[in-house]
């Protein structure tokens, strides 16, 4: 799907300026993932950066802007089958690599992507 395209059938969608990060959104920054990843205690590797355009495509990708949870993590563990798949991306991102990589990715959170019924009782 070239631009024009694209601003028809997602209007607000605008392109980034980046080009390794071609589909990230237009107020997103690597130096913001930066921050907000030190405040979620996360030195962000080479790994991070992949995992956070490959959100950044995915999303980018669907056009009605709808996306199924189970179908993103089913398609993160195909995508990063190579490199350990989906116990990998746990381990790169441990609060979740949807929810925490959509946060670092600068994306809306997914509904279904994090649990808050979990947690201690006191």
């Known amino acids: 799907?070239?631009?024009?395209?694209?601003?028809?059938?997602?209007?607000?969608?605008?392109?980034?300026?980046?080009p390794?990060?071609?589909?990230?959104?237009?107020?997103?920054?690597r130096d913001m993932a930066e921050q907000q990843a030190r405040r979620?205690?996360?030195?962000?590797?080479?790994a991070h950066w992949r995992v956070i355009r490959a959100l950044q495509d995915y999303h980018a990708r669907q056009e009605d802007g709808n996306i199924n949870f189970r179908e993103l993590h089913d398609a993160?563990?195909?995508?990063?089958h190579a490199e350990g798949g989906i116990k990998q991306l746990y381990r790169l991102f441990p609060q979740g690599p949807v929810s925490q990589g959509f946060r670092l990715a600068g994306l809306e959170a997914?509904?279904?992507a994090q649990d808050q019924s979990f947690g201690s009782v006191v």
């Open 1 to 18: 799907m070239n631009q024009s395209t694209q601003r028809i059938e997602r209007p607000g969608y605008e392109f980034h300026t980046d």
């Open 20 to 29: 390794e990060f071609p589909h990230a959104p237009a107020d997103w920054s």
């Open 40 to 46: 979620e205690n996360l030195q962000l590797t080479p």
């Open 76 to 80: 993160l563990d195909e995508h990063f």
């Open 110 to 112: 997914l509904a279904g």
